[in-house]
């Protein structure tokens, strides 16, 4: 047995593989399992005890040398670029490409808003979507009989009347206000809710954009010079605004803004009803009851607000007719937004 050891130990030292498969191959018949090595220590046991040490000795010899082999064709083979050897997989099979994400429909008309307006130089705010009711409609001049505090509209927490969940983000403002002195000029993002049915014009969730501009001698032709040049950054520089007369407990005088319909450019079509023209958002002159209320001397200060439904917005901008789908997320629907 021991001449046969010194015999594989010749062998091994003038075997040479060439590339990736013959290197394999060399491994597995010193190396494997059912190799020439597994197969000497296997007999090992049958040698007599007086040998052992010196056969011993040569069998470990032959395995080390064995492993150093592969090892340093393993570095040659790599050195040399050997493409076979580099690489476990077939390089003429067709690429799957990678899909990668996209943001949001909401995310992207919601980020297009905010650089608009702080273009204009409005800073964002935030605040708590749990409120209390001083600050949800108290301080914004809802009577106590107001429609919107009862309990088919407002999600009122542990039935208590006291805390909700925020039906507008104007709460935010009233914070503002109070924390703030004037001049002000600020937009609020952020998630809603009504309790109102699910259907495919409205949700018991949605998103807003308020916004508030405060200081001395703002009238309602500031307030109409900044949303003209919102609705023309938004809908497109031919857009024309119209604004209707309507009602808010916070805002007075207050007004319904449209849009000219960037389908058809203002001539009529379904997506307008045929009327030429596309409602986007309420907005007003701030009530002096509102500053008052928030310590602002109604005297020396005024201002105006505007709110928009961010879902609103984006489907006037793409076309969509179903308000749930943007909480369904469905990718076939998201997918069409991919290269926004």
Not at 173 to 190: A, C, E, F, Y
């Amino acid at each position: 047995m021991k001449e046969e050891v010194l015999q594989a130990i010749e062998d091994l030292k003038r075997e040479l593989p060439g590339n990736r498969e013959d290197l394999e191959a060399f491994r597995i018949k010193y190396l494997g399992k059912k190799g020439i090595i597994q197969n000497f220590f296997t007999r090992f046991k049958e040698v007599p005890p007086e040998e052992r040490k010196e056969l011993g000795k040569l069998l470990n010899d032959l395995k080390r040398l064995a492993q150093e082999s592969v090892s340093s064709l393993m570095e040659h083979l790599h050195s040399q670029g050997d493409k076979a050897f580099l690489y476990d997989t077939d390089l003429t099979r067709p690429v799957q490409l990678t899909t990668y994400g996209a943001r949001h429909p909401l995310s992207v008309t919601l980020h297009d808003i905010i650089n608009i307006f702080t273009r204009l130089g409005y800073t964002k705010s935030e605040g708590p979507e749990i409120e209390d009711d001083l600050h949800n409609f108290s301080y914004l001049n809802f009577p106590e009989d107001h429609p919107a505090r009862d309990m088919q509209d407002t999600f009122f927490i542990e039935k208590d009347p006291d805390v909700l969940l925020r039906t507008h983000t104007s709460s935010v403002q009233v914070r503002v206000m109070q924390q703030n002195k004037p001049p002000i000029r600020t937009i609020s993002p952020g998630r809603v809710f009504r309790n109102e049915a699910i259907s495919a014009r409205s949700h018991c969730i949605f998103h807003q954009v308020e916004g508030l501009y405060i200081d001395t001698g703002i009238s309602f032709a500031h307030m109409k010079h900044d949303l003209l040049f919102f609705a023309q950054e938004m809908f497109g520089k031919n857009s024309t605004i119209r604004l209707r007369p309507s009602y808010f407990p916070f805002t007075e005088p207050s007004a319904e803004m449209d849009v000219s319909c960037n389908i058809c450019g203002g001539k009529g079509c379904n997506i307008c009803k045929y009327t030429g023209w596309l409602e986007v958002m309420g907005c007003g002159m701030v009530d002096p009851n509102v500053l008052e209320k928030c310590n602002i001397d109604p005297e020396t200060y005024s201002g105006f607000a505007f709110g928009m439904g961010i879902e609103r917005t984006t489907m006037l901008r793409y076309n969509i007719k179903d308000i749930r789908l943007f909480f369904e997320n469905d990718l076939r629907f998201l997918q069409q937004f991919e290269a926004l």
